[in-house]
């Protein structure tokens, strides 16, 4: 799997990584079951997102992480109006990530000039190493955009699709100035893009860039600009997170493939 740096912060992360909304929001024989998904996760890449907005999630990935947490790189987010609440979500992902976050970012932008004030104050004391802002609405990508000017803040996380282009704009070239890490949600749209199938004959054209299934398609078009940095697909199935991965490698898409996938979920 390709690596890349991570902007200017002097991480380099796996170009494929792992989200954790619904999939892992799991309790019992299920949350159990997730290890096996981290387990594949780890044969290639290691970045993973999750948040406190995802319910079980940021504890579920942290118990499959157990006994190796040092070769993970995790994000996490936080999610809160009140600086008690923020302060009670850090202490709860500092346990379950062996007391460090490596990109800890403000979800939504919730309040986030005091969340910055207080995530930078956790960076000082060395718990976490990048603090990041997230949004997953074209209509806020305004206000994104004016926060991401802020000094102390190293990454960025938006929505990226062939349905959802609109970080191509402002957010994507912003990002690159700035020298921020740019980490990619949605990269299947939520399931949507791939619930319906794509026929062999129309994924064909891309075998020669090792791509073999409708979600590698998706995931090497987003890769293959090289703004993007990670892409974080969400899985249940160790053999779908085995099989995102093979798209983190060269040889990447140029334009007429890039415009051969989009044209192709612009049909869906
Ligand atoms: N959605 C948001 O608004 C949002 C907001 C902030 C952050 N994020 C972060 O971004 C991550 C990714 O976004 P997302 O979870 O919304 O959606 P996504 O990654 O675009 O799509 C996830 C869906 O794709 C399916 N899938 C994954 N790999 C597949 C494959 N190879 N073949 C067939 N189906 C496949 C999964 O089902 P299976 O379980 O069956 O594989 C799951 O239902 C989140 O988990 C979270 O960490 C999302």
């Known amino acids: 799997m390709e690596r890349r740096p991570f902007g200017r912060t002097g ?21 159990a079951e997730r290890r096996h998904v981290t387990d594949a996760a780890f044969e290639t890449g290691t970045f993973f997102d999750s948040s406190p907005m995802y319910g079980e999630a940021e504890r579920v990935l942290g118990a499959t992480l157990a006994g190796r947490r040092d070769d993970a790189i995790v994000a996490t987010k936080l999610w809160a109006t009140g600086d008690d609440e923020a302060e009670r979500q850090i202490e709860a992902a500092l346990g379950f990530f062996g007391g460090r976050v490596d990109v800890y970012q403000v979800h939504n932008l919730a309040a986030w000039p005091r969340r910055l004030d207080q995530l930078d104050r956790w960076r000082m004391r060395g718990a976490v190493k990048v603090v990041g802002l997230t949004h997953y609405s074209a209509g806020a990508f305004g206000e994104l955009r004016k926060a991401m000017q802020d000094p102390r803040v190293g990454a960025v ?57 409708w979600a590698q398609a998706l995931l090497k078009w987003i890769l293959s600009d090289a703004r993007c940095h990670v892409a974080i697909p969400a899985t249940s199935s160790a053999s779908h997170m085995r099989s995102n991965a093979e798209a983190g490698r060269a040889p990447w898409f140029g334009p007429d493939e890039r415009s051969y996938v989009a044209g192709l979920a612009g049909r869906l």
């Open 11 to 31: 991480l380099e992360v796996p170009v494929i990584g792992m989200g954790t909304w619904q999939t892992f929001d799991v309790r019992g024989a299920a949350a």
């Open 157 to 213: 996380q938006v929505p990226y699709n062939p349905l959802e282009r609109t970080v191509e704009e402002e957010i994507l070239p912003a990002a690159a100035e700035l020298g921020l890490g740019v980490i990619i949600m949605r990269p299947l749209g939520q399931g949507r893009l791939i619930r319906q199938d794509v026929p062999p004959d129309a994924i064909a054209p891309l075998r020669p860039f090792g791509v073999r299934t």
